[in-house]
């Protein structure tokens, strides 16, 4: 059997900060810190304890080149490498083994095939991996503190305009002109309470879909490979983000999950369910902010990442325009819903993992970033105040 490191890791020194009623009761300092090494392998998608030994170990084990269990069991002793192994920080190839890998060997062997597969930046893809959540639900962590009680625990916010330059040079510019854009730009906002009885046309679906996530056109940039024109920019012009929608009150569309297509401009189902469960994916999906769930519908944008890495491969600033390009495309979709007459939304509060699960996605090749959506407000609220 051959082994080497794992393609992607990190090792953090984590401190514990915890109160020593012992040291406090006797005068002493009231924390005790404890120190530890976590490995942060997207590869195995959940945080590894190591003991500062094996971090000795991995330090010493190049992630290319593979090399006999045997050697580095000589070098790093037999049960390093067997922990080293177990856990999946170090990979295994099966290669002369008459039955393979055991299971638990293959499974940490594919998902770190996945992982070199994509071209992902390390930092980046520890970002991605470390940065989701499961099973996230507002009382259980998320808080909505108001304006007010931030202020009372932080004190004032940094302020929201600054100065900057020398004093008195600044140029006084014209007023903007008013323009057709102007009138949708003036009337986008977040919308928090939509008409929970309202239906979401076919039509206007299907156009807020086209003109977000479609393509306005093709271009073959070389034998073999294209790209599409949309209504948002995108880095490399390689529109990298997928629109899965997921449907609770679109007009003869049945409540489930579907996959939008840029090119053939149709809804690919992939799970239907029942009215119910689509309200209670929604619930899931943006962490139980309810205002949100009460949409008609929302759209997951999930980057399909080997898109973006083909160009630009274990690139600094790849995962960074992958963000970008989700948040153009939901500003899109909001400035459409305006001018339909809807309230728009997005989010990055959600749960990736219970979304993967349920579009099917593997998180190492598509990076779900954000829930957006829109709906007719409900009546009273802030559009029709401000009409
Ligand atoms: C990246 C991003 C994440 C957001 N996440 C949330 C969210 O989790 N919950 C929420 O109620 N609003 C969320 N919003 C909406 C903002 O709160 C909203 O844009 C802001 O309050 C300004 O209001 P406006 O959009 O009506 O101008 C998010 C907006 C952005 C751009």
Not at 114 to 132: D, E, I, Y
Not at 190 to 214: E, H, S, V, Y
Request: with cysteine.
């Amino acid at each position: 059997m051959l082994a080497r490191r794992c393609a992607v890791l990190l090792i953090e020194p984590r401190e514990a900060l915890e109160l020593d009623w012992q040291a406090m009761l006797s005068g002493g300092g009231a924390l005790a810190a404890s120190l530890s090494w976590v490995a942060l392998a997207p590869h195995l998608d959940r945080e590894v304890p190591v003991a500062a030994e094996d971090v000795a170990a991995l330090g010493r084990v190049g992630q290319t080149v593979w090399q006999p269990v045997a050697t580095l069991e000589q070098q790093l002793g037999d049960a390093c490498v067997a922990r080293l192994l177990a856990c999946g920080l170090l990979v295994a190839d099966g290669g002369g083994l008459p039955d393979g890998l055991p299971d638990a060997l293959a499974h940490f062997r594919a998902r770190d095939d996945v992982l070199r597969a994509q071209h992902w930046r390390p930092l980046s893809a520890v970002a991605h991996m470390f940065s989701r959540w499961r099973g996230m639900r507002s009382e259980s962590g998320m808080q909505f503190p108001t304006f007010d009680e931030l202020v009372q625990v932080y004190g004032q916010p940094p302020e929201p305009a600054v100065t900057r330059g020398a004093q008195g040079c600044a140029i006084a510019l014209p007023q903007p002109e008013k323009s057709t854009l102007d009138g949708v730009l003036l009337r986008r906002y977040t919308g928090r309470n939509f008409d929970t009885k309202a239906q979401m046309p076919l039509a206007l679906a299907a156009r807020l879909l086209q003109r977000t996530f479609g393509a306005q056109g093709r271009r073959e940039m070389a034998p073999g490979a294209s790209v599409l024109k949309k209504t948002s920019p995108s880095a490399g012009g390689l529109h990298p983000c997928e629109a899965y929608v997921l449907a609770q009150r679109i007009d003869g569309v049945a409540p489930g999950l579907y996959h939008y297509h840029a090119v053939d401009h149709v809804l690919e189902p992939l799970h239907m369910m029942s009215g119910g469960a689509a309200r209670q994916l929604a619930l899931v999906a943006v962490a139980d902010q309810q205002w949100f769930a009460d949409a008609p519908w929302m759209v997951i944008v999930a980057a399909r990442v080997a898109r973006n890495f083909w160009k630009y491969r274990n690139h600094a600033k790849a995962h960074r325009a992958l963000l970008l390009d989700a948040g153009h495309l939901s500003q899109t979709l909001y400035l459409l819903a305006a001018e339909a007459g809807m309230a728009g939304f997005v989010t990055a509060a959600i749960n990736e993992g219970e979304l993967e699960q349920a579009l099917g996605l593997d998180p190492l090749a598509d990076m779900v970033v954000a829930v957006c959506g829109c709906g007719l407000p409900a009546p009273g609220d802030y559009v029709e105040l401000r009409q």
